[in-house]
């Protein structure tokens, strides 16, 4: 598969980033084995496809949960209580950022701006926004999702 996403993109300007994008919409995540592939397929050294996927917070080199939940950081959301809501996060499903709850239901990431400022605190759950959440608002959320 990932022979096949290199080969229909590689003949793209920049082509790693589409490159990249792909393979983790496909499986979630850039698996350590693709790196070599995409390395040769373009031509690069594997240091340098190491260093675009670490620059970028986007791109994941593990596997994630069902779910992959984004904590909006940045300053609107701070300033509605979004750091509140952040331990809350945290401590409901037992992780950090960067981690996925132990029934891998759940991978929590950071990110900066979600471009909905106006109804803050926001985050997203895969493709999902969500405005004004709250600590009780989030648990509902898990509750409908995981029943
Ligand atoms: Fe959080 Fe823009 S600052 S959505």
Not at 16 to 30: E, R
Not at 88 to 111: C, M, Q
Request: charged letters at 20%; a negative charge; hydrophobic letters at 35%.
């Amino acid at each position: 598969m990932i022979e096949r996403i290199v080969e229909g993109l590689k003949h793209k300007p920049g082509a790693l980033l589409p490159i990249l994008h792909s393979v983790q919409d496909h499986f979630g995540y850039i698996p350590e084995s693709s790196v070599p592939i995409i390395a040769e397929k373009l031509q690069l050294s594997r240091a340098e496809v190491h260093g675009v996927i670490s620059f970028y917070h986007h791109f994941r080199s593990h596997p994630v949960g069902c779910r992959v939940v984004h904590v909006c950081r940045a300053e609107a959301c701070q300033a509605m209580g979004g750091r509140t809501l952040e331990e809350h996060i945290k401590a409901r499903l037992g992780v950090d950022y960067h981690g996925t709850s132990s029934d891998n239901e759940f991978t929590l990431e950071p990110v900066y701006c979600l471009g909905n400022c106006a109804c803050a605190p926001s985050i997203r759950v895969n493709d999902d926004i969500h405005g004004r959440v709250t600590p009780q608002k989030f648990d509902r959320l898990v509750d409908e999702l995981t029943t």
